[in-house]
Structure formats: structure tokens, C-alpha cells
């Protein structure tokens, strides 16, 4: 069951407070670790927080203490109605620095609301200057995303995020991404156009496509979210990455089953080849973009490997 905010008396709001510093204090530590290894500028700022809203919560408690003695309540933000409880994005490694950034200035705008409520509903002079304080000191909390970048973060320590950024995202979307499109796009191209060659029918094609290209998105899902679970290649979460996987590579598969809608064989086979070479020149961009592959290497690799199996079905096909 959870209370009003204005239902709060004075003694409960102390103890609430200590209880969101506290939060506080153990998110900001935890986005320090979470952070260490690839982001230390910013690790060192959410540590120095964390020790702050720390000694926040020694002042609260102190207060506390000798207004209403040593027995403190507990209240925590899910007994509370209006407190937003916030997405444990600290739990995952590894962590993303923009949303952490996001989130740190999320929190500490409420709290800064919630000291200025709190403020308004205080009588007692004591208990009213501690919070005018604290309102204060989360005040310059709150732009704490522009201080790590314009102040704290140097320009190698910038670059250096900036390319811990670029790697974090490549290896959880782009590559799995990628992965699961030149499988999609290359593997069903033998059993589609087999089955264009030996049936002429674009129904029966069409069904063999959707086939392929589902059975293929499965099957890849499943391979890349059991290969590596992520804690140790930084890959992030094996499930979300499984289906960007399997989800890239149906599309990779459909691109050139759904021409086979069309009823007349020849314009449907004509349409699927095409869409077959801008699939490949899709993945070459891809590959030369995030892979660091100069582009004409990278579109012979795949042209290439694409061309091979298309030839494998026709042959197929055709026997």
C-alpha cells in the first residue's frame, strides 16, 4: 500500500529522504564499476557523487537523531505515490555512458523536486535549512551530463569514450546485426532459386522462401544468444543480441522471396535477382562503414560469396 506524498509528516519525510540518499549513493557506485573500465573520467565523477549523496544521508541521519531519536522508519520511493521508480540500468555491463548520463540527470531532478516539496510542508527552522541545502546541492547535481563532458572529460579522455561508444555499439548491433543479414541474404539463396529452377512455380517458391528465411532467423537467433553470454567480450545481453540476429537474418531472406508473390515466373525470378544485388551492395556498405573494410574489397568479399550460391541453386534447380 503506498502513501500520498502531503500524507508524509515531518519524521517521515526525514526518513524517506535518507532512504533515496542512500539509493543514491549505491546507484552512483554502481555506475562508477560499471563505468571503470572503458569510461574512467566519468567513473571518478559518479564516485565522487556517490560519496556526496553519502554524507548526504549521514546529515539526514544526524538530524534525524536528535529531533525524533534513534528508531528511523523505513520508507523507500515504492512507498510513496508520484516517485518514479528507475530502470536498473546499472545492472547491465556493460553500461551505456550517454543513458547513464540521462538517468543520473533524471534522478537528481526529482530529487531536487522532491527537497523543494519537502521544503514547502517543513515548520521546524533545522529541519527547513538542511533541506534548503540539500535542494541546493541537488540543484548542481543536475547538470552533471554537460560538467562530465565540458569540464572534467579531457580530449583524449573524450576521443576515448567516443571510441568505447563506437565499439559497445558495434559489437552488440552492428555485428550480430550484420551477421544475421549476410546469412539471410547468402545461405537461402541456394534453396529459394533451387526451388525457382525445379518448379517454375512462385507460389511453391514462395512458401520454400518464407521457409528458409524464418527457419534461418530461428536457428541464428538461438546460435548467437547461446554463444557467448557477454560479461566477459562486453557483447552486452546474449538475448537482445540473438534477435538482432534472427531478426536481420529473416530479412536478409524475405528481401528475395517476397518478389515471388508475383504469379509470372520470369518477372518474379527478374525482380528477386535485383533485389538479390542490392541486399549484397546493403551488406558491402555495411561491412565498409563499421568493419573499417574499404568498400570495393568489402563488395567483392560479399558479391562474390553471393554469387557462388546463387549459382549453387540454379544448378541445383535446373538438374
Known sequence: MTRRFNELDQREILALAISLEEEHSRIYAD????LSAEYPASAKI????????NEHRRWLIELFRRKFGDHIPL???????????????????????????????EIEEETREFYATALKTASDAEIRKLLGDLMAAESQHIGIAQHIADVELTPEARTNEERAAQRSFVLQYVQPGLTGLIDGSISTLAPIFAAAFATHNTWQTFLVGIAASVGAGISMAFAEALSDDGQISGRGNPWLRGSV?????AIGGLGHTLPYLISDFRTATTVAIGVVFIELWIIAIIRSRFMQR???????EVVVGGLIVFAVGILIGSA
Do not use: N
Not at 555506475?31 to 560499471?34: F, L, Q
Not at 530502470?87 to 543520473?104: D, H, S, T
Not at 574499404?294 to 567483392?300: C, D, E, I, T, V
Open 294 to 300: 574499404k568498400f570495393w574489397r568489402a563488395a567483392l
Open 46 to 53: 559518479f564516485s565522487e557523487l556517490g560519496a556526496e549523496e
Open 75 to 105: 520508507i523507500r520511493r515504492q512507498d510513496v505515490s508520484g516517485l518514479v521508480r528507475h530502470e536498473p540500468i546499472w545492472m547491465v555491463r556493460p553500461l551505456g555512458i550517454e543513458k547513464v548520463r540521462r538517468q543520473a540527470e
Open 31 to 34: 555506475y562508477a564499476a560499471g
Open 245 to 249: 540476429t534472427g531478426v536481420m537474418t
